[in-house]
């Protein structure tokens, strides 16, 4: 069964630090990002890896945030630095990879997890 399955949320104060990770089952993800979901707001993506290591940072969260993934552990993680309460939000892990001998991609959602950054 094909799953991502995110750890490490929680409430910290403002200008602590939190470190998510997500343990991905069933196959391995070319690429693999995290999301968050603010109450009220749109799913944005806030960083994104490849297999190969080569990130991507929403400019919001830019020296500020840091991805990374064990491939021989198949997990990802997002160190938050610094946080504000603008973080506060449901962050998701998701995964995709391509479709052997056809088009597109096969992708997968975590359930997400809290983050909240009190004052």
């Known amino acids: 069964q094909v799953q991502l399955v995110e750890s490490g949320g929680g409430s910290v104060q403002a200008g602590g630090s939190l470190k998510l990770s997500c343990a991905a089952s069933?196959?391995?993800?070319?690429?693999m990002k995290w999301y968050r979901q603010a109450p009220g707001k749109q799913r944005e993506l806030v960083a994104s890896?490849?297999?190969?290591?080569?990130?991507t940072y929403a400019d919001s969260v830019k020296g500020q945030f840091t991805i990374s993934r064990d491939n021989s552990e198949n997990t990802v993680y997002l160190q938050m630095s610094n946080l504000k309460p603008d973080d506060t939000a449901v962050y998701f892990c998701?995964?995709?990879?391509?479709?052997?001998?056809?088009?597109?991609?096969?992708?997968?959602w975590g359930r997400g997890i809290q983050v909240t950054v009190s004052s």
């Open positions: 998701y995964g995709e990879r391509p479709i052997i001998g056809g088009p597109g991609v096969s992708d997968c």
């Open positions: 069933g196959t391995i993800f070319s690429i």
């Open positions: 890896i490849g297999v190969g290591g080569t990130t």
